[in-house]
């Protein structure tokens, strides 16, 4: 079963507010990490958290970390029509580079102009 | 640096047909992972190569499927004889591993549709 469940499913939100997903897990993890898929195109790499960090921040995106409750969400402020997307969360469940990273359903973001 | 390059972007075969997808990972990663989502679905996890060896292959649906990569450059997925089930979008994905953060690099997928 895939390891990260992201809620909720779907969001439509308008431009200039925020947006929150969540993400919760199973397993022990390395890191969590964030992509985002614009429709017709591949995944890409939003943001990295490691299990010892409990937030991060990218420009306008914060992540935090729940290492407790297993789960983690994503803050996008001051949104965009342009962030538009499908956003997945994907664990890594142990140190190094040679594990699989596994992904959830994904979360459908809509921003409204 | 080139991405990760996947073909065909689109194929649309008929039940029993064989159909080969092809992946070009990030020059010099070690890793290659394969997935696939099924309309509004989670991404699946299929396999995970580390340079020509098979990993991890739990997510593989059944013996239908073969996936290859030699020399530890590009990899192939075939399906056959594909069945409607298969219908999706194919992605490959590389990264760089060892102890490296393991941050995957996508291709833009391969859509399948069999009917």
């Known amino acids: 079963s895939q390891q990260g469940e992201e809620d909720p499913q779907a969001l439509s939100i308008q431009e200039g507010e925020n947006a929150t997903m969540n993400c919760s897990y199973k397993?022990?993890?390395?890191?969590l990490q964030w992509y985002r898929q614009n429709s017709g195109r591949g995944l890409v790499h939003l943001i990295l958290?490691?299990?010892?960090?409990r937030e991060k921040h990218s420009g306008r995106l914060r992540v935090t970390l729940d290492t407790s409750k297993k789960s983690s969400s994503l803050l996008i402020t001051a949104s965009r029509a342009a962030d538009t997307a499908s956003y997945f969360c994907?664990?890594?469940?142990?140190?190094?580079?040679?594990?699989?990273?596994?992904f959830g359903i994904g979360t459908k973001l809509q921003v409204i102009p | 640096e080139a991405g990760v390059t996947q073909f065909p972007s689109h194929s649309v075969i008929e039940k029993g047909q064989t159909v080969t997808l092809r992946c070009d990972p990030i020059?010099?990663?070690?890793?290659l992972y394969w997935y696939r989502r099924v309309m509004g679905k989670e991404i699946k996890f299929l396999l995970h190569?580390?340079?020509?060896?098979?990993?991890?292959e739990s997510g593989m649906p059944n013996n239908r499927f073969l996936a290859e990569r030699t020399g530890g450059t590009y990899s192939t997925l075939k399906v056959q004889p594909a069945e409607l089930e298969d219908s999706g979008v194919y992605f490959c994905?590389?990264?760089?591993?060892?102890?490296?953060?393991?941050?995957?690099?996508f291709g833009a997928g391969s859509r399948l549709t069999v009917l």
């Open positions: 958290i490691r299990s010892n960090e």
């Open positions: 994905a590389s990264s760089q591993g060892g102890t490296a953060a393991n941050v995957l690099t």
């Open positions: 994907a664990t890594d469940p142990l140190s190094g580079g040679y594990q699989k990273v596994t």
């Open positions: 020059s010099g990663h070690d890793n």
């Open positions: 397993t022990s993890i390395n890191n």
């Open positions: 190569f580390v340079k020509e060896s098979k990993q991890d």
